[in-house]
């Protein structure tokens, strides 16, 4: 009897130790995959990193720089995305650029708010300075509609380094069309740039020799132009290659700006990480 109690008493002992131990090993066993918390569905959320190499930087009709190398990276859920843009030239005098892009889109339509910021404009290249009329920001919104024959985008200035010569509040404009196709064998896209109105400016100092000697005048300069003008057109065809999870578009592009009469021919490569 005693011998009897003895070994019962010893099973109770030890049980705690067997169980604990059995749980201990049982959460050893655990895959990495089964602790991980998904705070939001895959299907949901989407992210995308990118990095373009090009020989010459044109936005707009507006000459940028040269060689450039331009990383972005965004996330998106539920037609919400937040990106980031940059720009390095290779040459010592080309800007730096550092934008950042909150944006929605639903059933083709969307908005957006981009927050544009590039070197040269402020003495200091001061980012986190935001004193309106001497911060090198601007700030800018965005509505437009896309399917699949093409798409429409609007956009202005309403806050920032974005003013007219004479000092007031440009609202700098511009209206984009844009047409994709397929021709050869390759991806095409024709768009076509306009600005309803004048646009910021700024001016300079133009000297002028003549037989009455020399003689100084104000030179205008204009963000996109000085009034309703045709600023940009431009026409680009790209060869998608894919590699496991990697897209390697290969573009040539010819970029004009007929207000300007200014052509340019450019190349890039992207590479998507997706």
């Not at 700006?257 to 998507?272: M, R």
Request: aromatic share 14%; hydrophobic share 40%; proline share 4%.
């Amino acid at each position: 009897m005693k011998k009897m109690i003895s070994l019962a008493l010893m099973a109770i002992t030890l049980l705690p130790t067997t169980i604990l131990a059995q749980e201990t090993k049982n959460t050893n066993d655990l895959n990495a995959d089964d602790l991980e918390i998904e705070l939001v569905p895959d299907n949901d959320f989407k992210a995308y990193v990118k990095a373009d190499l090009v020989s010459h930087y044109m936005w707009r009709g507006i000459d940028m720089g040269g060689i450039s190398i331009q990383p972005e990276a965004g996330i998106s859920w539920k037609g919400l995305s937040l990106s980031a843009f940059g720009n390095a030239g290779f040459a010592k005098e080309d800007p730096q650029e550092f934008d950042l892009t909150l944006g929605y889109v639903y059933k083709g339509f969307n908005i957006g708010i981009t927050d544009y910021w590039a070197t040269g404009t402020d003495p200091q290249n001061r980012y986190f300075f935001y004193q309106d009329k001497e911060t090198a920001h601007q700030f800018e919104a965005n509505l437009g509609y896309t399917c699949k024959y093409g798409s429409i985008q609007a956009y202005t200035m309403f806050w920032g380094n974005d003013y007219k010569i004479n000092g007031d509040r440009a609202y700098s404009t511009y209206v984009e069309l844009s047409v994709p196709f397929r021709a050869g064998g390759l991806d095409w896209d024709a768009r076509v740039g306009i600005t309803p109105m004048e646009s910021a400016g700024y001016t300079t100092v133009l000297t002028i020799s003549s037989i009455y000697g020399d003689m100084s005048v104000l030179e205008p300069h204009y963000f996109y132009g000085e009034g309703f003008t045709c600023n940009m057109a431009s026409i680009r065809a790209t060869k998608n290659l894919q590699y496991k999870n990697l897209r390697l578009p290969i573009f040539a592009e010819i970029h004009t700006n007929p207000y300007l009469q200014k052509a340019n021919f450019l190349v890039g490569i992207n590479v998507i990480a997706f």
